[in-house]
């Protein structure tokens, strides 16, 4: 087993572990159907898939999972971030939810910085500094927007379905048709999709350019993997 191994298994394995933890603390303390209907959880059970399944590769000395599916959990999981405290969690932002954030105690705080702050973080530095550089490809960028697409479309059919007094009829406010209509919604939703292509072709180029910093024979195991790009 290569050394890089005995440092890259452990990690992945604890950041998908993070990323179980705060979704079963959700899922315990709230309604597991209302959970699972926002971004940030299926993001984050996509990082607890692609980690945990990255880990036990690493630890047999199997070679990596496809950079597709890595490299669109780290854009996804970057985005929900980066929405929560650029946006949700920011009193200057059109979107501010900081005061009801403020308000999360105990074990929905944890879960909180869980999903969003700890599993970004370590997925990103999963990428930096465990992966081998030049395995994204330009075409990426477009095929990771499937995910926040499909995602758009769930939350416009399950709003329109779900009873209008519902609190979460709409899981996210940039979403919610009743404040901004579907004009508003689909206008901030094309800004989101051009974040999340434009973040996906900055992940594409630092890829391009990022030095390798696994060791000499974790980058060989990784390269007979060229296929599975």
Request: hydrophobic share 50%; proline share 6%.
């Amino acid at each position: 087993m290569p050394n890089t191994a005995v440092v890259t298994a452990p990690f992945r394995g604890l950041i998908a572990l993070a990323a179980i933890t705060g979704i079963v603390i959700e899922c315990v303390e709230g309604n597991p159907l209302v959970v699972f209907s926002f971004f940030t959880i299926w993001s984050n059970t996509a990082v607890a898939g692609v980690l945990g399944m990255g880990a036990v590769r690493a630890w047999t000395r199997r070679p990596p999972l496809p950079a597709l599916w890595t490299g669109g959990v780290l854009l996804c999981v970057s985005v929900v971030g980066l929405v929560f405290h650029l946006a949700l969690d920011n009193p200057a932002s059109e979107f501010n939810e900081a005061a009801a954030i403020a308000r999360l105690t105990g074990a929905r705080a944890v879960a909180n910085q869980l999903l969003h702050t700890v599993t970004p973080i370590g997925v990103l530095l999963d990428w930096l500094l465990l992966t081998r550089p030049g395995a994204l490809r330009w075409r990426h960028a477009a095929q990771w927007l499937a995910a926040p697409g499909a995602y758009l479309l769930f939350a416009l059919v399950r709003g329109a379905l779900v009873s209008p007094d519902t609190p979460t009829r709409y899981t996210y406010p940039f979403l919610d048709v009743t404040a901004h209509g579907y004009t508003g919604v689909l206008t901030n939703a094309v800004a989101l999709g051009l974040a999340f292509y434009a973040l996906g072709l900055v992940l594409v180029t630092t890829d391009r350019f990022r030095p390798a910093l696994l060791g000499r024979e974790e980058r060989i195991s990784s390269l007979g993997a060229g296929g599975l790009k």
